[in-house]
């Protein structure tokens, strides 16, 4: 597949009353580059999540890739807090979502969808929801798009003759590893940030993860409203 800008590119906008605006690209399929000079807190072996599969020996200076991807909006996001109004625009595939809100939920959404393409081990179950971003996502959206993305992956590895999960126990599991990596990632910003906006951005992010696991073990049907129509005996489909 050829990838064209509409696609791949990902364009934040964050205005702040009084103050110029913010931006920031997000390069869908473009690990970042390692920076020469990284910061100490974005070192791997600096608050390393306890279940990383990366090992920080084989390379001193090697940089955590959930880490590395956040290093630009720790940097623009240093010095504004978390309640601080903001007025966003997210621009992909030729869209334009506006939302005015609190920079704490734009920083998650930010932070989610860096987290997705960062690289990491632990998020790259995410990943093909990035490409198609829906920003400031509620607890049931991001459930449906969690599921429906999950479910077409394992349709797309039967068809290749691999092993699906349809009882989606690799998702839950996913979840599971994500709410670690989000808790290491906020030890690593605690020693990033001047304020807490990054901070509390991941933090609202690992409410929605933890909101979205318990969804996925309980079970409690919280999607069975909108597919009324599936359960109807009287309709083959």
Not at 176 to 194: E, I, P, S, W
Request: hydrophobic share 40%.
């Amino acid at each position: 597949m050829t990838l064209d800008s509409e696609r791949q590119i990902i364009d934040y906008r964050l205005a702040f009353a009084g103050q110029a605006a913010l931006e920031l690209r997000v390069r869908l399929g473009e690990a970042c580059a390692p920076a020469q000079n990284v910061p100490d807190w974005a070192r791997l072996a600096f608050q390393q999540c306890p279940h990383c599969p990366l090992k920080a020996e084989a390379e001193a200076e090697r940089a955590c890739p959930f880490a590395l991807a956040l290093q630009q909006p720790v940097r623009l996001l240093a010095g504004h807090a978390s309640f601080e109004a903001v007025e966003v625009q997210v621009q992909h595939r030729g869209r334009e979502v506006r939302q005015r809100t609190t920079l704490q939920r734009a920083a998650g959404s930010l932070l989610g969808l860096l987290g997705a393409t960062s690289g990491c081990p632990h998020t790259r179950f995410l990943e093909a929801m990035a490409w198609f971003h829906l920003p400031f996502s509620s607890s049931d959206e991001t459930l449906f798009r969690v599921l429906g993305t999950y479910l077409l992956g394992q349709h797309l590895k039967a068809q290749k003759g691999l092993v699906a999960d349809w009882q989606l126990d690799g998702l839950r599991e996913g979840y599971r590893n994500l709410r670690k990596v989000n808790q290491g990632m906020a030890k690593r910003l605690q020693a990033a940030c001047n304020e807490d906006s990054s901070l509390n951005g991941l933090v609202l992010l690992d409410l929605l993860a933890a909101d979205t696991l318990y969804s996925l073990e309980q079970s409690e049907g919280d999607l069975d409203s909108y597919f009324s129509w599936y359960f109807d005996a009287s309709i083959d489909i």
